[in-house]
């Protein structure tokens, strides 16, 4: 896991499964990353699998954010993630551009 | 006419042939009830597309259709081969109306009108006391008043709607929501699902190993609820589950969303996003709501719980806007379908290939003055430019590239109508419906094929005490077949009747004038004498074919497109029809020949091989391949070049309709990308020349057909053999 914390919007690569069985620390991560920073960004390009503890604290995440005026981007997504959020219908509720390919529009009806 | 209304009749058209589709298969004995449901689904979107393009007239009819179809998916009434002709020409009905609409006629005339009342009265008869005999055609509105008892009707969801809160502990114990969402599609299909997290506490308080998640799913199945419920075995401690079967009534949503922990107006979009309720249904439960927190205001009393209100009211629930529901269905179903589909006018596609046809032509001609320049660079660049006008040819006329099978599934129908109406037993069966050809022969080979499946019905097939006596099995076979064999698509019309009577029709052909009686002809050629002008061999006629204007028909059809056909018939084992055409009409690679001066074009898919022409005899029109006898022609003498043969020939081996011939010219010129130009009416009757083209030098240069050459090359050798044969 890797966090730039210098400027006001941090970077955080999640490099780990994002399954029940980190999520304990996942959730410490998670939280700590968005203390000094005004925007986050999130990299899930390498998270290999996540189950739906994952995707929880995701959205966990993301409320914590709008709670405190912050803007947490997921800036790229492995297909594991793309994936799970797709069978969820949750894109939307993230509002992140997911970089798909151009057949498979994000489901958000 | 209205743009909005043709797109409709388009489509209509298209669901009438999934129905059809449909139906055929369940009659077969499909018992899928996807089947059945696809067959609904289809008849449901025309009502309501036919609702919002004011067609009330299609509207009405195909409701009758709707609710037979309801009837048998809620197993009310079963699968007969008489309910399902009912319904088959209910369909052929809709179609008939779509044709008014399609002519601008909104309301049918008193005839049409008559025959629609009398199918749907004949369908109604299916359904037993389901439905009132005295009952006009149901319009929506009618039939909806009789819902007024049931409280708060019914609403037009035809999905499970499951509302699930799981436990805190799922995820602790090892279960996972979402494989049990993922096992739950081995029951059916997630129409649409959201997921909840509204249960998540504060992060400090948030156990990340508990799970706070719900979801509303519109859930398309056929399972039973016990099914569903089985599902969420595993998990059912702490799980709060709601299920709702389709069409329930908008009570019980009312109720789910009162239970349901979240607010209730989130849930009602949410609801309605998932395509459970329409947002009339949603706001007719709301406005009730608010009158009753009006009334809380005034007399102090708590509001009584949106359900009950409906209920007490026995508030009838106004007829739900169809355009709503109709529009919701397309988006969920056809979605995916259009994300990868779009309509294209076929006038644009044509009018694009008549443009690559000419940048084939120019491409050409600048190649040629690159060439003579001799500047590598040049040389180079038009070389690559060539190969992607080659690739841009490739897709351009694959775009118009079409499958057969849409065409062969439309004698499912014929061949069911045809079996009932002369009481034969026929089984058809299709292969190769996958094969591509270009759309313009698809519409073009529509007719000749159907006289040639009604020919092997009628004609072909024997009756069944016939059959029985011959030792064949009752019901007769017809095959369509599609493959393709050398740069051309074979389609074979093959039945497993009487095959060809060739003693029969020597004598009618002898009787017509077409032969003199001491002309001796080959089996094959007696039998392909059916597709002389004015033959008929059927003693009597029926209204199937017989009236001796079919077969000359059929091959002047398939001759107009390039194409030929033959027939290969053993007695009493069956026939087997064999139409040949060319894969597209437009653009084709060729092998470009000389001789002299003049250039030609073969089509490179037919050629074998090439090879110098070594001590052939002169008088001698074949030659020695490999141990292998190849007739061969000279398109010098063919086409009477009159000048000298040079020093050193060429062979080009071509190969058509399963045939091997040679064609001798002086020199080989290579590949060429060959955009075709018919040839006018004056040179129609010219043998061996199938069109012209344009070389990138501005010469014309003339498409040879391989097919008639080859033949000419073979037929000259049986000729002159026979000729010797005599003699001795």
Redesign the interface.
């Known amino acids: 896991m890797n966090t730039t914390a210098n400027s006001p919007s941090g970077h955080l690569a999640i490099d780990q499964d994002m399954t ?1 069985y980190h ?2 620390a ?2 410490s991560e998670l ?1 700590a990353s968005l203390e000094p920073h005004q925007v986050i960004e999130l990299d899930l390009s390498r998270v290999s699998q996540i ?3 994952g ?3 995701l ?2 995440t993301k ?2 954010c709008q709670k405190q005026d912050k803007t947490l981007r997921i800036v790229a997504h492995s297909p594991a993630v793309h994936e ?1 959020m797709d ?4 894109a939307g ?1 993230f509002g992140d551009p997911l970089v798909i390919p ?4 994000p489901n958000a ?1 | 006419m209205e743009e909005i209304l043709s797109v409709f009749i388009q489509e209509a058209r298209e669901q009438l042939t999934e129905m059809e589709a449909g139906l055929m298969r369940m009659e077969q004995g499909d018992h899928d009830p996807e089947t059945l449901n696809g067959v609904f689904r289809a008849a449901h979107t025309i009502k309501g597309g036919s609702g919002v393009v004011e067609l009330g007239m299609v509207e009405k009819f195909t409701h009758v259709v709707e609710n037979a179809l309801d009837k048998l998916r809620n197993n009310e009434i079963g699968v007969s081969s008489g309910l399902i002709s009912a319904i088959l020409n209910c369909v052929d009905h809709i179609n008939a109306l779509l044709d008014l609409a399609a002519n601008d006629q909104a309301e049918a005339d008193p005839d049409t009108q008559a025959k629609g009342d009398a199918l749907a009265n004949e369908l109604r008869s299916f359904l037993g006391g389901a439905v009132a005999p005295s009952a006009k055609p149901g319009a929506p509105a009618e039939a909806a008043t009789e819902l007024e008892t049931e409280g708060g009707g019914k609403t037009m969801n035809d999905c499970w709607h499951i509302s699930v809160r799981f436990g805190r502990d799922v995820l602790r114990n090892g279960m996972d929501p979402e494989s049990i969402l993922r096992y739950l599609l081995s029951l059916g299909e997630i129409v649409h699902i959201t997921t909840i997290s509204d249960a998540l506490p504060e992060a400090e308080e948030m156990d990340p190993e508990s799970c706070y998640l719900g979801f509303e799913i519109n859930f398309r199945s056929h399972a039973d609820k016990a099914a569903i419920e089985k599902v969420f075995d595993f998990v059912r401690d702490g799980c709060e589950l709601h299920i709702l079967p389709p069409y329930s009534k908008l009570a019980d949503y009312i109720d789910l969303i009162a239970h349901l922990p979240e607010e209730t107006m989130r849930l009602g979009e949410i609801l309605v996003k998932s395509g459970s309720l329409t947002q009339e249904e949603l706001d007719e439960g709301l406005a009730t709501q608010q009158a009753g927190a009006a009334a809380k205001r005034e007399d102090g009393t708590p509001p009584p719980q949106l359900g009950e209100i409906l209920i007490e009211q026995h508030m009838v629930q106004p007829e739900i806007v169809e355009a709503a529901v109709t529009k919701q269905k397309q988006i969920s179903e056809k979605k995916a379908d259009e994300a990868r589909l779009i309509r294209v006018h076929a006038d644009k596609l044509d009018h694009l290939i008549d443009l690559v046809g000419e940048l084939v032509i120019a491409g050409a001609s600048a190649n040629l003055l690159a060439q003579k320049s001799g500047q590598s660079t040049l040389v180079e660049a038009t070389s690559v430019l060539s190969r992607l006008v080659e690739s841009i040819r490739d897709s351009a006329l694959q775009l118009r590239m079409v499958q057969i099978g849409e065409t062969f599934n439309r004698f499912n129908r014929v061949v069911r109508d045809t079996a009932k109406e002369i009481g034969k037993e026929i089984e058809l069966v299709i292969t190769g419906a996958e094969t591509e050809l270009d759309k313009s022969v698809v519409e073009k080979i529509g007719d000749p094929l159907m006289h040639l499946v009604r020919n092997a019905m009628d004609h072909g097939l024997e009756p069944t005490a016939v059959r029985l006596a011959k030792g064949k099995p009752a019901a007769g076979r017809v095959e369509l077949n599609a493959f393709h064999d050398s740069g051309s698509i074979v389609i074979e019309v093959v039945d497993d009747g009487g095959g060809l009577p060739k003693e029969k029709i020597r004598v009618k052909a002898i009787e017509k004038g077409i032969i003199s009686e001491t002309q001796t002809l080959s089996d094959q050629e007696i039998a392909n004498l059916i597709f002389e002008a004015g033959f008929s061999t059927a003693e009597k006629v029926t209204n199937l074919s017989g009236r001796g204007v079919g077969m000359d028909v059929v091959r002047r059809n398939i001759q107009a497109l390039r194409g030929t056909v033959e027939v290969h018939s053993q007695e009493n084992v069956g026939s087997r029809f064999i139409i040949r055409l060319p894969l597209t009409l437009a653009i084709i690679d060729g092998f470009l020949v000389g001789v002299e001066q003049s250039s030609f074009v073969i089509p490179l898919e037919m050629v074998v091989e090439c090879m110098e022409l070594q001590n052939a005899s002169v008088d001698r029109n074949y030659l020695n391949l490999r141990g292998e006898v190849l007739p061969f022609v000279r398109l010098r003498e063919l086409f009477e070049v009159s000048s000298e043969r040079p020093g050193r020939e060429n062979v080009v081996v071509v190969k058509a309709g399963g045939r091997k011939a040679g064609i001798v010219v002086d020199v080989l010129q290579g590949e060429f990308q060959t955009v075709i130009k018919p040839l006018g009416g004056l040179f129609r009757h010219l043998r061996g020349i199938s069109g012209s083209t344009i070389l990138g030098s501005g010469d014309v240069a003339l498409i040879l057909d391989v097919q008639a050459l080859a033949n000419l090359a073979a037929g000259a050798e049986e000729h002159a053999l026979a000729a010797s044969g005599a003699r001795n």
Request: proline share 4%; charged share 20%; aromatic share 12%.
């Open positions: 029940i999520a304990e996942l959730k939280l189950d739906t503890a995707i929880q604290l959205m966990l409320r914590e799970l069978f969820f219908n949750i509720f151009a057949h498979m529009p009806a």
